[in-house]
């Protein structure tokens, strides 16, 4: 029995490995065309022919789309422009012109209503207004806005005037009370006054006997005699300080005289030394000036002729400064002119150029307009109906303004 399923085993084993083997070779592509093929061949040759098929497939649809697409744009262009004759067919451009034009002229008729609903109420507000701005006529008519304001007016009045009174009122109450408080007051005040004025008195005496309180008198006698001691003290100070200081004056004068005997032939001999210098520039000076008074006709003859000179100078550039103004005068005047008249000239020649662009600009609106009509892919009844309504259009937006 156990060998039984052994065998079994390995045939299962066996049989398990063969078709192993038959699915790795199921699962490549065979080696040479003789070869039986496998289901890999199959398989990419199956891939190939669905490829092929997908990209026809594929170059259909987009031919096909590429035509729709064409009739499309066509059907479109077609769409998106009028009919030339009356009897073709309506397209989408000419629905939507009829709806245009009827819904312009259902906008004009209903603006038309309103503005003339809008008038009709203005003028009826306007009349409401006119009737509540005056009081009524006949006491049995409703109140208006002016006989309910008149009311409000005096109520307000009357009650401003009872306002008034009550505080005026208040106010004489309020003032005879102040008065009475006042009155009342004053005696008080008064005595205050003369006990503050009496102390004011005592305070600025001495008192008369020592067993009576200091005074502001008595205090600043105390302070002034010490200060008054203060100041002896430091008078006395300073003047043994003044003392020390003569007697070293003195000491130092004595010194100073000792010094300056000493030193007195030195100083006769450095003034005889000093006399005799000066004696000698006073010689040399005297020399100069004796040269000087020889030279000085020279000199003057020299100082007229550069006198002469400067003099004709200054006379040639007084000449030139009073002429350079004129000069300048004359050259700004010429330029001026010269910039006037050039001004003049640029001037005219732009106003010959804005004459030739506005013929130019109004020629070239003619052509372009005729331009236009002539070559409009409308048809000409179009066009005519168009240019009428616009026509009527203009018309009727200016009529309301005009009236």
Known sequence: MVAKQSTIVRESQKRAAELMEEVKRQSRPRRWPWQPKTI??????????????????????????????????????????????????????????????????????????????????????????????????????????????????????????????????????????????????????????????????????????PWQPPTAYDKLSVQRAHALGLASEQASILGERAHTLGEAAQAHASDLQGKLTAAVPVIQDRAAKASHRARKRAQAAADVVQQQLSAAPAHLSSAAESLRESAGSVATSARTAALAPVGAVRDQVSAGQHALSEGVHAGRRRVRRGLRVGRLLIWATLVGGILALLFAPRSGDETRRNIAGLWQNISRSLAPSAA
Request: proline share 6%; net charge positive.
């Open 40 to 209: 890999r061949d199959m398989l990419d040759e199956r891939r190939a022919d669905l490829v092929e098929q997908a990209m026809e497939r594929s170059a259909q649809l987009a031919q096909a789309a590429s035509e729709q697409r064409d009739l499309a744009l066509a059907e479109a262009r077609r769409q998106a422009r009028p009919r030339r004759w009356p009897w073709q067919p309506p397209t989408a451009y000419d629905k939507l012109s009829v709806r245009r034009d009827r819904a312009l002229s259902l906008a004009t008729e209903r603006a038309s209503a309103l503005s003339e609903a809008a008038q009709a109420r203005r003028d009826q507000l306007m009349a409401e207004a006119r009737r509540q701005a005056r009081p009524r006529r006949w006491p049995w008519q409703p109140p208006t806005a002016y006989d309910k304001l008149s009311v409000q007016r005096d109520r307000a009045l009357s009650l401003a005037t009872e306002r008034a009174h009550t505080l005026s009122e208040a106010a004489q109450a309020h003032a005879s009370d102040l008065q009475g408080k006042l009155s009342a007051a004053v005696p008080v005040i008064q005595a205050q006054r003369d006990h503050l004025v009496a102390e004011a008195r005592r305070q600025a005496r001495p008192r008369r006997w």
